[in-house]
């Protein structure tokens, strides 16, 4: 079956534009949820959400914002963009978290 | 708070074994297991959950000490295709919904 896919898979923006990236979760997988991952930080928590609801959210500044569908399909977006916010963006799907969470493969953004 | 991993990496012989090791601070309710391949994104190895059973599948099993909130992770004969960043990821309640991973460990298998 097929896995989560993550688009685009690179992009570059300049400081002070914005983003949207999107995640198609698993088929069958209602929960997705959103990490950031940078070589000094490592894997930080954006949010999560289930059934279009987001049920939580990590520390960042109200810059980042996501949403679901009805489908399932998740965007994050990220307004006026900072050179800090160059990271690889993960999504991550799950039936049921006690059966762990099925990543993409990510989205690199680099900000210049 | 971010979980701890030790050690930060480790250089193994094909056929060794390692542990690796999580340990928080706060009461946890869960324990994730993910393995990250250079360029790949993270897949998951196993979860351990409070009051649940050491889990293991092949060579690489994990236990979870709910007393020290610690869990370790372990790697037995090990082989080429373990070489990745181990992570934890912790979870403190039942309906968080939130994983918060340590930094990594690396693991370099050589022939």
């Known amino acids: 079956k097929a896995g989560v896919t993550q688009t685009p898979r690179y992009l570059i923006k300049t400081r002070g534009q914005q983003v949207t990236l999107s995640c198609s979760p698993i088929s069958g997988h209602r929960s997705v949820s959103w990490y950031q991952q940078t070589p000094g930080q490592g894997l930080q928590f954006l949010f999560e959400?289930?059934?279009?609801?987001?049920?939580n959210k990590g520390n960042f500044p109200g810059r980042f914002s996501g949403r679901q569908f009805s489908n399932s399909r998740s965007e994050m977006n990220v307004s006026t963009l900072e050179l800090g916010d160059s990271a690889l963006y993960l999504c991550a799907s799950s039936w049921d978290k006690s059966y762990g969470y099925t990543f993409g493969s990510g989205t690199r953004l680099t900000v210049v | 708070q971010q979980p701890v991993q030790s050690p930060q990496a480790v250089i193994l012989r094909e056929g060794e074994d390692a542990v690796i090791n999580c340990s928080s601070s706060?009461?946890?309710?869960?324990v994730h297991w993910y393995r990250q391949k250079h360029g790949e994104a993270p897949v998951f190895l196993m979860i351990l959950l409070k009051g649940g059973e050491q889990k293991g599948h092949d060579k690489i099993s994990a236990s979870f000490n709910e007393k020290k909130q610690q869990s370790s992770l372990y790697l037995t004969a090990s082989q080429l295709s373990y070489s990745g960043t181990y992570f934890c990821?912790?979870?403190?309640?039942?309906?968080?919904?939130?994983?918060?991973f340590g930094k990594g460990t690396l693991l370099t298998v050589n022939p």
């Open positions: 706060k009461a946890l309710y869960s």
């Open positions: 990821g912790t979870e403190s309640g039942g309906s968080n919904y939130k994983l918060t």
């Open positions: 959400y289930f059934s279009e609801t987001q049920r």
